[in-house]
């Protein structure tokens, strides 16, 4: 195992017994409710956004247990991302990580509740006292993960990408697509992680602010190719449904090859921002790698 996947799968297992713990607490108020949401957060995942926030925090020093919170938050907003994305009313999934999507498991109404209290976890999980962490750093993390979140970020681009079914649209307006569905909360996930070093140097902030623009973009244009040339069972969801809606994609209006090329041009930017950092970087390099070489 490559020093990445072990990291990686250290970092899953840790922030799985944290969220286990924030979901599963002692005599809920509704078990369903409680049971949909763990349904949903806790079965399978790549834990990207997760160890995104370990490692850029680890690199400049911060503690674990200063970092679990923080982790655990950002996946808790991702899990409802997921949960409502999979709801008839937006791309009518029935499958998700190689199993049933949570409105297939239980039911619609349970599913919307499931995610709606998945996200106010998350604000409930970072306003808590965290180890380490100023009142400052914490408001800013905030207010971070709620534009990236809201109307600023992941809800805009959903609702730009489904304006977008059915309609051809251009390069320009795809890239900001992506760049607020998905990108949004991987540059939080960043951002989020160097706020734990206190009085992080702004230079610094912004070079890893660069690195996470450019890898968010890079894992939306991978998903792209993967629709085109993935399969459903290693992919977890089902394989051609960007062009079942017919969706604009990297691969739809560039040709798989141009697209493939764009990932790498982007991977390339990444790894010029990580270049510039007085830090290790080499674990992050090799994360930049897997993302656009992912084959799920």
Do not use: W
């Not at 791309?91 to 409105?103: K, V």
């Not at 734990?196 to 996470?212: G, R, Y």
């Not at 209006?253 to 010029?272: C, R, T, V």
Request: one cysteine or more; aromatic letters at 6%.
């Amino acid at each position: 195992m490559t020093q990445l996947a072990s990291t990686m799968q250290q970092y899953q297992v840790r922030v799985n017994e944290q969220l286990e713990q924030y979901i599963s607490y002692q005599g809920p108020v509704s078990a369903t409710l409680n049971e949909a949401m763990a349904y949903g957060a806790l079965l399978g995942g790549k834990r990207i956004r997760p160890f995104l926030v370990y490692a850029v925090g680890e690199m400049l020093g911060s503690k674990l247990k200063t970092l679990d919170p923080i982790a655990s938050a950002i996946e808790c907003v991702h899990a409802y991302s997921l949960i409502h994305d999979d709801l008839p009313a937006m791309d009518d999934d029935a499958l998700r990580r190689g199993n049933a999507t949570c409105h297939i498991k239980y039911d619609d109404a349970t599913a919307i509740l499931a995610g709606d209290a998945l996200q106010t976890l998350a604000f409930d999980i970072l306003s808590r006292e965290i180890t380490d962490l100023t009142t400052s750093s914490q408001l800013k993390m905030l207010n971070i993960l709620a534009k990236a979140s809201g109307e600023k970020g992941m809800c805009a681009g959903q609702m730009l990408d489904l304006a977008a079914e059915n309609t051809a649209i251009s390069l320009v307006d795809l890239e900001t697509i992506h760049n607020s569905k998905t990108g949004a909360l991987i540059i939080a996930a960043v951002q989020m992680g160097a706020l734990s070093k206190t009085n992080i140097d702004p230079t610094e902030f912004s070079l890893l602010t660069k690195f996470a623009t450019a890898i968010g973009l890079a894992f939306q244009v991978q998903d792209d190719i993967l629709d085109v040339i993935g399969d459903t069972q290693t992919l977890g969801k089902p394989q051609g449904s960007d062009q079942c809606l017919q969706k604009s994609t990297y691969p739809a209006l560039l040709g798989l090859e141009q697209a493939q090329q764009k990932a790498q041009d982007l991977y390339q930017e990444a790894i010029n921002a990580l270049a510039q950092l007085p830090y290790e970087t080499q674990l992050l390099e090799s994360f930049s790698q897997y993302i656009i070489n992912r084959d799920k």
